[in-house]
């Protein structure tokens, strides 16, 4: 069973920078393609970035991108996302997501397969 930590939330101020680990682990054939995604108060859960479980080209959503940047730590076995420019508008709820199947476009919350328990993020003045 792949299990998903997430780590490296915290309470920042505007203009700060934060970087978010993924711990990825129990994974036995392949390796998962990895999404970020967040939860805003009072929001629906959004797609924020995604990386294939083979590297190669990344995905963002509009609103994050030019701002954060998903990548992997083959050493450590995580899939970090480096955040710039934080503003209040990301204070959310952060959480990693791992699938198998990639019939589905990588913003479709129901493709995913696994998921972490999430770490706040709080971008305050």
């Known amino acids: 069973q792949v299990h998903l930590v997430e780590s490296g939330g915290g309470a920042v101020q505007p203009g700060s920078s934060l970087k978010l680990s993924c711990e990825v682990s129990g994974y036995t054939d392949s390796y998962p393609d990895i999404g970020w995604f967040r939860q805003g108060p009072g929001k629906e859960r959004e797609p924020l970035a995604f990386l294939y479980a083979g590297g190669g080209p990344t995905y963002y959503a509009a609103s994050v991108k030019g701002r954060f940047t998903i990548s992997r730590d083959n050493v450590k076995k995580t899939v970090n996302l480096q955040m710039n420019r934080l503003t209040p508008e990301d204070t959310a709820i952060y959480y990693c997501?791992?699938?198998?199947?990639?019939?589905?476009?990588?913003?479709?919350?129901?493709?995913?397969?696994?998921w972490g328990q999430g770490t706040q993020v709080t971008v305050g003045s």
């Open positions: 997501a791992g699938r198998k199947s990639r019939v589905q476009n990588w913003t479709s919350l129901d493709s995913y397969d696994y």
